[in-house]
T-cell receptor, first 115, second 113 residues
């Protein structure tokens, strides 16, 4: 069966510090991968998605970046955090391709607080 | 372009009563529609989806949803609510041929004992 991991679970960082959040998926190959941010416990904002290694699509221009160095690894980074980067970050995966209306499977999330 | 609306910020229902959480969508083509549930400080969990075929879709934990093309709606329903159903519910849509999924802002369901 497939499993998705995210770490860390919680993170408190000062403004201006760097960020690295990691997401890994087990039990599947060539998944589509997604990073979302959820602010104030409500709507999800799609940040990045990837359909393959090294292929990243950015949805929101900001000081965050994403990388996919391996097939089942997705990393969210920042060189300098802003207060507005605080939120709940969710990684998700779905089976490859567009056909079939595949649902997404979400990780447990990372709670980031920027002080 | 695709969009989804959840018109109710919160829905309150008594335990044992039927519940409905509303969702309407807009797509240029044919939609894939999804419902997810989120418990506090957790990731989203998939409940059910509409791809094609029967307009009534059954999912996890006794939930079901009805696809109505003429009203562009996909309301989530359950015949008898449980206190444990209290959570945040998200409707989502993806236009066929597109990679991205658009989520609604979520509806908080409160089941009162």
């Amino acid at each position: 069966s497939q499993t998705i991991h995210q770490w860390p679970a919680t993170l408190v960082q000062p403004v201006g510090s760097p960020l690295s959040l990691e997401c890994t998926v087990e039990g599947t190959s060539n998944p589509n991968l997604y990073w979302y941010r959820q602010a104030a416990g409500r709507g999800l904002q799609l940040l990045f998605y990837s359909v393959g290694i090294g292929q990243i699509s950015s949805e929101v221009p900001q000081n965050l970046s994403a990388s996919r160095p391996q097939d089942r690894q997705f990393i969210l980074s920042s060189k300098k955090l802003l207060l507005s980067d605080s939120g709940f970050y969710l990684c998700a995966w779905s089976p490859p391709g567009l056909a079939g209306g595949n649902e997404q499977f979400f990780g447990p999330g990372t709670r980031l607080t920027v002080l | 372009a695709q969009s989804v609306a959840q018109p109710e910020d919160q829905v309150n229902v008594a335990e044992g009563n039927p519940l409905t959480v509303k969702c309407t969508y807009s797509v240029s083509g044919n939609p894939y529609l999804f419902w997810y549930v989120q418990y506090p400080n957790r990731g989203l969990q998939f409940l059910l989806k509409y791809i094609t075929g029967d307009n009534l879709v059954k999912g996890s934990y006794g939930f079901e949803a009805e696809f109505n093309k003429s009203q562009t709606s996909f309301h989530l329903k359950k015949p008898s609510a449980l206190v444990s159903d209290s959570a945040l519910y998200f409707c989502a849509v993806r236009d066929k041929g597109y990679q991205k999924v658009t989520f609604g802002i979520g509806t908080k369901l409160q089941v009162i004992p």
